[in-house]
């Protein structure tokens, strides 16, 4: 099938660009890597009437580091997250789940900003991101602002993202403890599937190897990535193999979970707990030997 008939610009800085924005709001859509938008217009599941191509806008493929601090551009493209040594020291959790977003061509094309605006509950970035504690900034003609990564989805292809709203940049703080470490887990039916249930954990201990804090997402089971309440419990405590699997059930428990022609939501609950338990373990090891 063919799109239907839209206009198509390429703005060459950022104010060109959310200036068409402004300017259409819903009839507009972003072009970045395309790997979700254009098989999507070619079903004619969307028809924007434009279309502004964001790859020759100056600036948003930059990543930067400092002090630890990480900062993407909406325009990295998802390769570099398994190839760049930066991200790689400043998010191994992204440098890990990377290679498992999609087949090598998707992510040589296939977008950061794009994967999160997309917003698919399956995705392993929108997860990441939230374990991570991330920050986005947002901008419009008329404004910027930033949100954090587990108040920006909404649902199933729905953010925060207003219609005249441009993900420019992600910010990834450094790690709140000098023994943090990660942990990412999915199943998928095969490689570049997007994943039937998958987890993700970030898990920083104290002087004394006492849990300091810790993030847990299950993504791909519900609507949205679940950032798990149960790890409350975990804080203060020396991280045993039983009580990990404890909390990587009572985080499956809180998932509404959804049902479909791959998975049933008993199934996707049973195998996020062992996922869960799993991605906090691989957390808990790294730290210790941090």
Known sequence: MRPAPFEYVAPRTVEEALARLGRHGDEAKLLAGGQSLVPMMNM????PAVVVDLNRVIGLGAVQTEGGRLRLGALVRQRALERDGRIAAAAPLLAEAAPLIGHLQTRARGTVGGSLAHADPAAELPACMIALDAVFHLRSAKARRTTRAAEFFRGPLATALGPDELLAEIEVPPAAAAHTGHGFAEVARRHGDFALVGACAVLGLDAAGACRHARLVIFGAG???????????????????????????AAA????????????????????????????AHAASRAEAA
Do not use: K, N, W
């Not at 004619?44 to 028809?47: A, E, I, K, N, S």
């Open 253 to 280: 428990a809180e998932i509404d979970a959804r049902g479909d022609l791959h998975a049933t939501p008993e199934y996707r609950r049973r195998v996020a707990a062992g996922l869960a338990a799993r991605a906090l």
């Open 44 to 47: 004619r599941l969307v028809r």
């Open 223 to 249: 609507d949205s990535p679940h950032l798990a309440r149960a790890t409350a419990g975990l804080v203060g405590e020396r991280l045993a193999a039983a009580r990990l699997t404890e909390v990587g059930r």
